[in-house]
């Protein structure tokens, strides 16, 4: 199985693209020809990426703001993309954000926010596109998690969890579609110097400190490391070798004896 190719009315559903990782994966997949829908919420930064693509390659660009923790807008995606005459063939559930610091000094909405956006929101996408897929027996499906979701992590404890949430269910829907025509991939990359750092309110410097330089992957390696394993049908792409090497450790260190290690590390596990 691997990416369909491109067709004048079939679309790449980009969630995230504002930003980051997510705007190097919509020009990745442009590059390659395919047509692209911009989702996230900040408009003016999906039309200037639209714009951008559309003058460097000749492949149909659209943009629907939205806010994904929003269910009805959420449900409100295949009308507006049927009235453009569009099918997704491909869909990237990449938007996603963390908090950091210890559950007992969270803030409770902030918290509910970032289940919705990382864990409801690429459930309900996969729910709404992949049954179309399954019936043209073509699509690819690349939900994007992070080497947080190989192990807990204290001091980013939901964030962690909502990417084992992703990664769980990655490979469970992976399974129960071979042989279908359609192909599903979980990215999950280490650290990327994006948005994501300022968003979660993390210290920059504590955590370029925490992590030692061989981890950190450009936007755009990440992005393109994760369309070549969408082509070549693999389940999981984690960028980087030191990644990989530290995804397999964590997976594989007994909880026991990892998550003291990890509270005395993360900069922000502690309430005081
Ligand atoms: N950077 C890292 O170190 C790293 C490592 C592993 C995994 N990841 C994962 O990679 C993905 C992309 O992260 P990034 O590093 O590219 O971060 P980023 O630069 O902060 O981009 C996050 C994107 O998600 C969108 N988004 C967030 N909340 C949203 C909402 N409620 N509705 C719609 N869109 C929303 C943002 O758009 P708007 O603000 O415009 O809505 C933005 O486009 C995330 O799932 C993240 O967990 C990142």
Request: charged content about 20%.
């Amino acid at each position: 199985m691997t990416l369909p190719a491109p067709a004048h009315d079939r679309t790449c559903l980009v969630t995230g693209a504002s930003s980051g990782i997510g705007v190097e994966l919509a020009r990745e997949l442009a590059g390659r020809g395919h047509g692209i829908t911009l989702v996230a919420r900040r408009r003016e930064r999906l039309e200037e990426l639209a714009a951008d693509i559309a003058e460097s390659s000749l492949v149909r660009t659209e943009v629907i703001a939205l806010d994904l923790t929003d269910a009805d807008a959420r449900a409100a995606l295949p009308d507006q993309l049927a009235e453009r005459g569009l099918t997704v063939d491909v869909l990237v559930n990449n938007a996603g954000f963390s908090t950091v610091g210890p559950v007992a000094a969270s803030d409770h909405r902030r918290e509910v926010a970032m289940v919705r956006t990382n864990v409801e929101a690429v459930s309900d996408l996969c729910s709404m596109f992949v049954p179309g897929m399954v019936e043209r027996h073509r699509g690819a499906v690349l939900n994007v998690a992070s080497t947080a979701a190989f192990q807990p992590m204290p001091g980013q404890a939901g964030y962690a969890a909502s990417k084992a949430f992703v990664l769980s269910y990655t490979h469970a829907l992976r399974a129960e579609l071979a042989g279908s025509g359609v192909t599903v991939t979980a990215l999950c990359p280490g650290p990327v110097d994006t948005e994501f750092i300022d968003t979660s309110g993390m210290d920059r410097a504590a955590a370029t400190r925490a992590l030692p330089s061989i981890m950190w992957v450009p936007a755009q390696t990440v992005a393109s490391a994760a369309v070549e394993g969408l082509v070549a049908g693999r389940a999981v792409v984690i960028p980087g070798a030191a990644n990989r090497a530290t995804a397999v450790a964590a997976h594989l260190t007994p909880r026991t004896l990892l998550m003291p290690l990890l509270a005395r590390r993360h900069p922000a596990a502690r309430p005081h």
